[in-house]
């Protein structure tokens, strides 16, 4: 599928036993954008191919014209999926309550990539539980998924003695976890991606 095409007639010199960098106008057109990635959502890499033709204006032998061809392979990104696997109940008190939240990545892609920094924000019927981050590294393979486990202790004098209530019934609560990501993916192409996230639903405590 044809992707990009351009033309670029700026004269560049290069120096003798020298390199210079060409940049390329390009034109983009909504179809071939359309067509190029509507056949990529199930890969995990993308085979290109660039043509291109260079005029030169040599000495004594005037202007000559080489073909240039490149072809290979880029990696193609999906976005990782951040879920809620569960919150487990470990103590409750009076007072307070101690929860262990467990939080899912999934890696979708053909490469693995390393948890760096991870923020977040646990809401449960509209009140605040828990805000915080971690930057405890986490390898996550390509195809797979990993865990991540963080405890809570929740003050029920700061967020209502309601909450007691919810612990220790069998209620569904709808809950809102949203925060950020900063992951490096095992491919240099592609370096550190930060990866926003918001979720909402509802879950169980479990109790176990």
Known sequence: ??????????????????????????????????????????QDVSRYQINCALSFDVPVLGVIRVPVSKEGELPLLKIPAVSLAGVNLEKLGLSGAQLALSIRLKNPNAFSMLL??????????????????????TQVSEKGESLIQIPIDLNF????????????????????????????????????????FDQVGQISVSKE
């Open 1 to 42: 599928v044809s992707f990009i095409r351009g033309k670029q007639s700026n004269k560049l010199e290069i120096k003798a036993k020298g390199a210079s960098t060409i940049q390329l106008p390009l034109t983009l057109r909504y179809v071939d954008i359309y067509e190029a990635f509507r056949n990529l959502t199930d």
């Open 116 to 137: 760096n920094h991870f923020q977040y924000s646990f809401t449960v019927n509209g009140k605040d539980w828990a805000t915080g981050e971690t930057q405890d590294k």
């Open 157 to 196: 004098l700061q967020i209502g003695q309601s909450v007691y209530g919810l612990l220790n019934g069998n209620k569904s609560l709808d809950y809102r976890l949203q925060g950020d990501l900063d992951f490096t993916a095992s491919i240099p192409l592609l370096g550190k991606v930060n990866l926003p």
